[in-house]
Nanobody, 126 residues
Framework: QVQLVESGGGLVQAGGSLRLSCAASGRTFSVLAMGWFRQAAGKERDFVAALEWSGTNTYYANLVKGRFTISRDNAKNTVYLQMNGLESEDTAIYFC???????????????????WGLGTQVTVSS
């Protein structure tokens, strides 16, 4: 079993930055693919970024490419999402997810993941 806890959300002005963290429990973290998704009010949960267990393959949604960076520290059982150049459209609850999966087709789909955190709110004021 893996438990995920997100942190780092908050209120930021447009153009600002935030770094989200997702701390994972369990001894299998190093072999898990990790993803970030977000859900704005009244909308579906959308893919943001993901990386495979090795950390060598990363994937980003077009809307965040060039602004967001996903990374992981296996020694700390933590995955990060560095968000720069934030826009009001980035306002959402951000969720961390983990699973035993590989490949773009799986990593971008919420239903592929086995474990989810409770989310952290990111609000960008314009």
């Amino acid at each position: 079993q893996v438990q995920l806890v997100e942190s780092g959300g908050g209120l930021v002005q447009a153009g600002g930055s935030l770094r989200l963290s997702c701390a994972a429990s369990g001894r299998t973290f190093s072999v898990l693919a990790m993803g970030w998704f977000r859900q704005a009010a009244g909308k579906e949960r959308d893919f943001v970024a993901a990386l495979e267990w090795s950390g060598t393959n990363t994937y980003y949604a077009n809307l965040v490419k060039g602004r967001f960076t996903i990374s992981r520290d296996n020694a700390k059982n933590t995955v990060y999402l560095q968000m720069n150049g934030l826009e009001s459209e980035d306002t959402a609850i951000y969720f961390c997810a983990a699973g035993h999966l590989t490949g773009w087709g799986a990593l971008i789909r919420p239903t592929s993941y086995n474990y989810w955190g409770l989310g952290t709110q990111v609000t960008v004021s314009s």
